[in-house]
């Protein structure tokens, strides 16, 4: 999902003189996964509107396998749902229900075991606060009825396992008014007409997802169709708009093939549309095989200055087909792993499209968002949301989760190497495909990928909160021909803020003699080291390539020692 933002080891040739060592003050991290007693393998979904009373009427069965034997009673999540018949699959056994909360609670008519499968079937109408939305009509457009899912909407039109960790297929069965088109997620079966000014729609998804992915969208399009390989690309714009699609769209292609590339990981499914809908309160949400994304966005890549944009709004969405979609975060502390990785691609894709400094540029204006709000927000928390078990908060500071999460992967791949780092995706990728995943998971694949041990990466990077604050101190010694440079670490530690950051950096020293790299491994809360030199330094440019891009480095002027 892309949330709409408004602004845009080393052994150093050193001698260390100064320590003042001071640790990370971790604490035991929250387990905000959730318990399963059952495994929902597959949703039939059946769906009619009023659209003029904006409520539904749903027909939805849930097919499970218990965990455990002795398995009777069975929990989903379901909101203001009205349930008028729970039977058992498609027989005419009922069977007893209550509504506690958010949840039904059915008992069963017997007590299953893992090998068996059950099936349960709801009937229910709902007036949906959130899920489903109903848009009006207005002179640029037609109504619509659209889906959000993430995080935790599925459940306000249909019960469910609500939860990332699991995944099931799905099909749909979504009727409408018979001329107007809907875009569902995987493969359409068919279209039936019902003799009465309206007409069903078949989808099936026959690769299992997390329900958040689950989708629909209803209205008035143009379909404008290309392929890349077999697989078809579908851009859903309103009739009228359709210049639109070269500027919105236009390297969609091309996109799929890098990311095919980099990864190693072909294109996961069987179709890949894109719908622009109205009223839509993200960037764009990546449903599985079928984009939603906000008709504003995709109206200001008829400018200049709004194609880059969107360029980076469809490249993230996509890249959720593999970053979120086909490896799923397991649970909402772990977004970054989605959202991150999303953010990173939009960078890597502008590297490959225009170059190295184009890669640094947006790695930077990310680097430069986290900052900012770091400056001026007190409720901190790290890429592993420890904040997490409140699901409505989850995207109040989504600087850390997006920004933050694609610059930490630039850090990465500075510090294992890009061999290692793109093998360690792929190693990833593969290894958990159609599955969820915990930051170890990528730590793991990292480490077998580079040979390096990344604990320390991880502890500060992710799981740690805020960044490095420097001050520099610059003294040259004339006699000795040596540059004494102090680092002294001044964020405010507590118990997720590292006291001490390790930073392997890199030093630009530029003298009469000419230009000369040292390296530094920064380890310690105030450190000095003493670099041997040509003569008095003209230039000192700290971190050059801006391989540790989350930082803030403030420098003095130099002194100089006779």
């Avoid at 003029?52 to 027909?59: E, N």
């Avoid at 279209?191 to 078949?202: F, L, M």
């Avoid at 890597?348 to 001026?376: C, H, Q, W």
Wanted: with cysteine; aromatic share 12%; glycine share 6%.
């Amino acid at each position: 999902m892309t949330r709409r933002v408004y602004l845009r080891s080393f052994l150093p040739a050193a001698i260390f003189l100064v320590a003042a060592v001071s640790s990370f003050a971790q604490v035991d991290r929250p387990n905000f996964d959730r318990s399963q007693t059952f495994d929902v393998q597959h949703y039939i979904l059946r769906v009619a509107f009023d659209r003029y009373k904006k409520t539904i009427t749903g027909d939805t069965t849930v097919v499970l396998k218990p965990l455990a034997a002795g398995f009777r009673t069975v929990e989903l999540d379901a909101v203001d749902l009205t349930f008028s018949s729970v039977t058992l699959g498609d027989t005419d056994t009922t069977l007893t229900h209550r509504t506690t909360g958010e949840k039904v609670v059915v008992n069963l008519d017997r007590t299953y075991a893992p090998a068996e499968t059950v099936s349960i079937r709801f009937k229910y109408t709902a007036k949906p606060a959130k899920g489903i939305y109903f848009v009006d009509a207005d002179k640029d457009r037609s109504a619509q009825i659209w889906t959000q899912g993430e995080p935790d909407e599925a459940r306000h039109w249909f019960p469910s396992f609500d939860f990332p960790s699991d995944k099931a297929t799905t099909e749909q069965y979504i009727t409408a008014q018979a001329d107007e088109t809907v875009v569902g997620n995987g493969e359409m079966l068919g279209k039936a007409s019902n003799g009465n000014g309206t007409a069903t729609w078949h989808f099936r998804m026959p690769v299992p997802h997390s329900t958040y992915l689950v989708s629909f969208v209803i209205g008035r399009y143009a379909k404008i169709e290309e392929k890349y390989k077999d697989i078809p690309l579908g851009y859903y714009i309103y009739p009228g708009r359709e210049s639109l699609v070269k500027d919105a769209y236009g390297r969609t292609v091309d996109m799929i093939g890098f990311f095919e590339e980099k990864t190693g990981v072909a294109y996961p499914y069987n179709k890949y549309d894109q719908t622009m809908v109205a009223d839509f309160q993200f960037g764009g949400m990546e449903n599985i095989t079928a984009t939603t994304m906000a008709d504003s966005e995709i109206f200001s890549a008829d400018s200049e200055f709004g194609k880059g944009g969107v360029m980076d709004l469809v490249s993230h969405e996509l890249a959720h087909s593999w970053f979120g979609n086909l490896v799923t975060c397991k649970n909402w502390a772990e977004l970054w792993l989605n959202e991150g990785f999303a953010t990173f691609m939009e960078a890597a894709y502008r590297e490959r499209t225009f170059g190295r400094a184009a890669y640094i540029a947006k790695v930077r204006s990310d680097a430069l968002n986290v900052l900012i709000d770091d400056t001026i927000t007190r409720r901190r928390h790290g890429l592993y949301n420890q904040r997490a078990g409140d699901v409505s908060s989850l995207f109040d500071n989504s600087s850390v989760t997006y920004s933050k999460g694609g610059a930490v992967l630039h850090i990465l791949r500075e510090q294992v190497g890009d061999q290692a780092f793109w093998k360690g995706v792929n190693i990833y990728l593969d290894r958990h495909k159609f599955a969820s995943v915990e930051s170890t998971d990528l730590k793991r694949a990292m480490e077998e990928a580079s040979g390096q041990e990344l604990k320390w990466f991880f502890d500060q990077w992710v799981y740690g909160a805020s960044l490095p604050k420097i001050t520099v101190t610059k003294a040259y010694d004339a006699r000795n021909k040596t540059l004494r440079l102090t680092f002294t670490q001044t964020q405010k530690p507590d118990t997720i803020v590292p006291a001490v950051f390790r930073l392997p950096m890199e030093i630009e020293i530029t003298t009469a003699s000419g230009v000369k790299t040292e390296k530094v491994n920064i380890t310690q809360r105030i450190q000095s080291v003493r670099l041997p030199v040509e003569g008095k330094p003209s230039d000192i440019v700290f971190d050059p390539a801006e391989k540790i891009i989350l930082k803030s480095l403030k420098q003095g002027p130099m002194t100089t020692v006779r």
